[in-house]
């Protein structure tokens, strides 16, 4: 990893570019409802203020790691992430960073994109 990928911006706040990409790709392979769903919780989780790029990093492959393997055992989303989206994932966060400022607006954003996400499969 460059000096470049260890300082910047964006290692900051999304860890290494080789790991993003990574994490990127495996949730491109996710069936269509799991990785709406990994989308919309990617959203909210940025409204966190992550304490270092490789904590951050982790937190998004473990989320890939979560996803993937739900999907691999046909487990439906609303049983990953429970009756409230936005708890789910601020639950999730507190484990890599901090806290943050999530606005209400967000949380209801979760809410729909997850319900979204479950209603594909239907």
Same mark, same amino acid.
């Given at each position: ?17 080789k790991r993003w990409r990574a994490y990127k790709a495996r +949730?491109? &392979?996710? *069936? =269509?409802?799991?990785?709406? #769903? ?18 951050n990093a982790s937190m998004f492959e473990d989320l890939a ?15 990953? +992430?429970? &009756?409230? *989206? =936005?708890?789910?994932?601020? #639950? ?31």
């Open positions: 990893m460059s000096d470049v990928e260890k300082s910047g911006f964006i290692s900051k706040v999304i860890g290494p570019k +949730v491109k &392979e996710l *069936p =269509a409802n799991h990785r709406a #769903a990994v989308e919309a919780i990617e959203r909210h989780l940025m409204h966190f203020v992550p304490t270092d790029g490789e904590s790691d979560l996803f993937e393997q739900a999907a691999a055992d046909g487990t439906p989303i609303r049983e990953i +992430v429970g &009756e409230d *989206p =936005a708890e789910f994932v601020e #639950a999730f966060a507190q484990n890599y960073s901090e806290g943050g400022y999530v606005p209400a607006r967000a949380r209801k954003r979760l809410t729909d994109d997850l319900a979204r996400a479950e209603a594909e499969v239907s």
